[in-house]
């Protein structure tokens, strides 16, 4: 069974940064599909980024996302990060580490297999 934990929550003004983190422990990381996901208040859970087992194929939330924000992992330390820039109010949510048993990358919430318990970020205008 796989764990994921969040980190990096907070409150930041619009322009600004945030850096969130996903520690994974009880699998084997490498093998993993990793993903960030977020939900805001009133709305669904939608897809933020995705990147394979190796890191190498990468893919974003088009346009609302794309340009503004980089995933990145590091197999050797398990973990998975997204480094959050020129955040808007919109960008509002809490944001879910998720990962998948497959080398195959998806963007649906449904077809991951395991999720962190979330991590807040709220953007003031």
């Known amino acids: 069974q796989v764990q994921l934990v969040e980190s990096g929550r907070g409150l930041v003004q619009a322009g600004g940064s945030l850096r969130l983190s996903c520690a994974a422990s009880?699998?084997?990381?490498?093998?993993?599909?990793m993903g960030w996901f977020r939900q805001a208040p009133g709305k669904e859970r939608e897809f933020v980024a995705a990147?394979?087992?190796?890191?190498?194929?990468?893919?974003y939330a088009d346009d609302s996302v794309k340009g503004r924000f980089t995933i990145s992992r590091d197999n050797a330390k398990n973990t998975v990060v997204l480094q959050m820039s020129s955040l808007k109010p919109e960008d509002t949510a809490v944001y879910y580490c998720?990962?998948?048993?497959?080398?195959?990358?998806?963007?649906?919430?449904?077809?991951?297999?395991?999720w962190g318990k979330g991590t807040l970020v709220t953007v003031s205008s």
């Open positions: 998720a990962a998948r048993a497959s080398l195959v990358v998806v963007t649906t919430p449904d077809a991951m297999h395991y």
């Open positions: 009880g699998g084997t990381f490498s093998t993993l599909t």
């Open positions: 990147l394979s087992p190796n890191g190498r194929n990468i893919y």
